[in-house]
Every structure is written in C-alpha cells, then in structure tokens.
C-alpha cells in the first residue's frame, strides 16, 4: 500500500524507504499473465500486436512495451542508476514476454540493492515537456500514473478485440465466475 507522509507538505512516500520497486513487481506480473492470454487466445497470431484503440494511438505492442518500460525508466533513476530498457525487435508475444521477464528480474536485482540516497529530483521527458521532479512525486504522480495508464491500454485493446479477460486478471485481486457479464 502506498500512505504518505503529509506533514509540513511533504509528500514523501513511505514505499519508498521499503521497495518501490514492489507495485512495479507485481503489476509486470499481471502484465504477463494479460499478454499470454492474449497469446492464447489469438494462437500466437501477432496481428493484434498492431491494433490500437483510436487511430492516433500506439498499437498493443508498443503499450505492451512502455508498459514492460516505464519501471526501469523510474526505479533507475530512483536508485541512482542508469536508465536501461529491454525493448527488442521481437515483434511476437514471445519477444515481449522475454522483455517483461527481463525487467522483472532487474527489478528484483534492484531491489535488494543497497540504495543509501535518492536523488531530490528526477529528471524525465513527459512527450515534448522537460520534467524535473521531486522523488517523491515523480514516482506518485508521473512514473506510476503513466505506467497504470498504458497497463490500462493493453487491457482495453485486448478486451476490445474480444480477448476473455477480467478485471482479476488485471489485478490479480478480483474473481469473477467464468462467462460473468456485468450486462445481461
């Protein structure tokens, strides 16, 4: 759970002083376990990895990958370390599972890195605006919001394109009998 501290103003986070990498962690894991449903239910056929919600949007792929992105594009800096990413030329299910799994191993490196100090402020690029953050809220309310937004997209395409999934499976929380509908 995330609390803040919010005396004096502040807004640091406690996660912060345990793992910040965990939510990232977890939410990877139900990354994966969306993309090989998808998977599964197109037959490995990465016809769908090209679709996107509205014209102007990036397709499933590239949701797939900012999303599988974004933690080590904010642990690293978190953890005074340089920024990696695993994107491939992969354009399967497989090339992008490798590169979930990928950062999910890193993270978990990361994690048990003995980080003393974090910067004050991180720098990022938000589309063609320069950010510089304080720690606490380039995590709260940059990293983490963008990286559940484009999570979100990957589950909004696939349930789009009529991919069984459930809210379960975007949680790892929820359960719901097989076939539910919230409509009749």
């Known amino acids: 759970m995330l609390f803040f501290n919010l005396k004096n103003g502040s807004t640091e986070l406690y996660l912060w002083k345990k793992n910040p990498?965990?939510?990232?962690?977890?939410?990877?894991?139900q990354l994966k376990k969306i993309v090989q449903k998808i998977s599964q239910h197109q037959n490995n056929n990465p016809a769908l990895l090209q679709q996107s919600l509205y014209p102007d949007m990036l397709p499933l792929i590239e949701q797939i990958r900012t999303a599988a992105n974004f933690p080590l594009r904010s642990c690293c800096p978190l953890a005074n370390c340089e920024r990696i990413s695993f994107n491939n030329q992969d354009e399967t299910y497989l090339?992008?599972?490798?590169?979930i799994e990928k950062t999910i191993a890193y993270l978990q490196e990361l994690a048990h890195a003995n980080v003393q100090h974090h910067p004050e402020k991180i720098q990022d690029q938000a589309g063609?605006?320069?950010?510089?953050?304080?720690?606490?809220?380039?995590?709260?309310?940059?990293a983490l919001p963008n990286f559940f937004f484009h999570l979100s997209m990957v589950y909004a395409i696939a349930r789009n394109a009529g991919v069984p999934l459930s809210k379960g499976d975007f949680d790892g929380y929820h359960s719901y009998p097989e076939n539910f509908s919230f409509v009749s």
């Open 21 to 29: 990498t965990a939510i990232f962690i977890y939410y990877l894991h």
């Open 95 to 99: 090339g992008l599972l490798q590169q």
């Open 128 to 142: 063609t605006k320069h950010l510089e953050l304080p720690a606490a809220e380039y995590l709260n309310f940059y």
